[in-house]
């Protein structure tokens, strides 16, 4: 199908972008990478009065570095960050996690901050960014504030943007050095029927802390085991514990039946995936496809 | 309101000046505006990837990319490729290993691959297969795609083959 009909803007700055975005009401949308927005336009789930091209705008393709924080310009690419020195030593998590998302042509094209915006409740991005404890800057034409990813994944294709606002910078915290993501789905590069980020910090003496456990396609949007975490806490992830864990995970789920799969099948993954991602960080193993 | 925008764009070495819909997607400004119909259009919402062409080197789906954004820049197309009836060495890798049927998806797996070669690496059946995935072909089961890459690659970056 082809897109309803809108007006094409291509700001000379982002302080313009912003003015236009006011302009519209809430009826425009900053046009990154477009592997969500194009779609959506054309499959008419959504009809703009325009869409605001930042593609040209210097420097927002830009991750940057300032003492423990690292940070992502909205044109930062997936391919970039696949490719990225600073990401591989600083965000080795999102690193990795690039490589489930779409296929070449999309990393080519799609970008972390618009993947965060679209807000896919199965979507990598969104998983990765709640496991790395994710600060989202928005801008609008009143200023900038800054959102907890927690706060800013507000459901099924949901978040705490304001119509008017552009998301303009995606920070992280330093963060801890181990890590396994896991991913199930039913083909190669479908949406996920469930996805899973761990990490955590093993200390000296085999006792792990800073443990964030990050779920996604059980809810309306990613989902953060707190509960299950905090369990772990100082353990050295002994089967008993990563058992309570695992159960505990099933607070935060209400999956919804679909085509990939039904609810009774996706809570029955949810203690399979948690005890899975959590043993394999303890024995220091590699995610991937499970 | 610019609902229409003109647009300069060079397409396979030769400039296109046009003013066209904001909402024209690129593969339907090269097969309408411009009649290059070598360039598929499958789904429309960037799952088949039967319309990956390139736009300054970069494998892209151009239904996922409005006109107006490829703006001043080199998009290469599949007629791009042969030379009158001189069949490029990648199309013709493509009919030595019977690696099409119906055809319609060899378009978006030839720019795909294209993109692939530029790297100047082999790269084992499992990385071809990766680098492929998002274009998808109902017909040959894909091994045969693969094979036709995979000798190409060799060819072009002139050395033994290790199977990996």
């Not at chain 1, 930062?76 to 965000?91: D, G, K």
């Amino acid at each position: 199908m082809k897109s309803a009909p809108f007006s094409y803007e291509r700001p000379e700055s982002v302080q313009q972008a912003l003015e236009i975005l006011d302009q519209h009401g809430g009826m425009a949308r900053i046009l990154a990478g477009g592997q969500s927005l194009a779609p959506m336009l054309q499959m008419r789930l959504m009809q703009l009065s325009a869409v605001v091209d930042i593609n040209r705008l210097p420097g927002l393709d830009e991750i940057r570095a300032e003492g423990g924080v690292t940070a992502f310009g909205p044109l930062v690419r997936y391919a970039a960050i696949a490719r990225s020195p600073l990401v591989s030593e600083r965000l080795p998590l999102l690193g990795h996690v690039v490589r489930y998302v779409g296929d070449p042509q999309v990393r080519n094209r799609g970008t972390l901050a618009g993947s965060l915006a679209q807000a896919d409740p199965t979507g990598e991005m969104p998983v990765a960014c709640l496991a790395l404890d994710a600060t989202i800057v928005a801008s609008s034409v009143s200023g900038a504030r800054e959102i907890g990813i927690d706060e800013f994944l507000v459901g099924s294709y949901a978040t705490a943007l304001e119509p008017e606002e552009m998301l303009t910078e995606v920070r992280f915290p330093v963060v801890p050095d181990s890590f396994v993501f896991l991913e199930r789905n039913r083909k190669h590069n479908d949406f996920a029927v469930i996805n899973i980020a761990v990490v955590g910090r093993r200390g000296s003496g085999g006792s792990w802390s800073a443990l964030r456990i990050a779920l996604g396609g059980v809810n309306d949007r990613a989902v953060l085991a707190a509960g299950a975490a905090q369990l772990l806490e100082g353990s050295t992830l002994e089967d008993d514990r990563i058992e309570q864990a695992a159960q505990s995970a099933l607070e935060v789920v209400d999956p919804p039946s679909d085509v990939r799969g039904s609810a009774e099948y996706r809570l029955h993954l949810v203690p399979v995936y948690v005890r899975r991602a959590l043993s394999m960080l303890r024995d220091g193993t590699e995610g991937g496809y499970a | 309101m610019p609902e229409h925008v003109e647009v300069t764009i060079n397409v396979n070495g030769r400039d296109y000046r046009r003013t066209v819909e904001a909402r024209l997607h690129l593969a339907d400004f090269l097969r309408h505006e411009l009649g290059l119909t070598g360039t598929h259009v499958g789904c429309e919402q960037g799952v088949c990837g039967n319309c990956t062409v390139l736009v300054d080197g970069q494998a892209i789906k151009s239904c996922l990319m409005f006109t107006a954004q490829a703006d001043g820049q080199r998009v290469t197309t599949v007629e791009s490729m042969a030379d009158d009836d001189e069949l490029h060495p990648l199309q013709q890798a493509f009919k030595d290993a019977h690696a099409l049927q119906c055809g319609y998806c060899t378009p978006g797996f030839l720019m795909a691959a294209t993109a692939i070669a530029a790297e100047g690496r082999r790269l084992s059946r499992d990385e071809i297969r990766e680098q492929l995935a998002g274009v998808i072909c109902r017909c040959t089961g894909y091994s045969n795609i693969v094979t036709a890459v995979e000798r190409y690659l060799d060819d072009v970056c002139g050395v033994e083959r290790i199977d990996g």
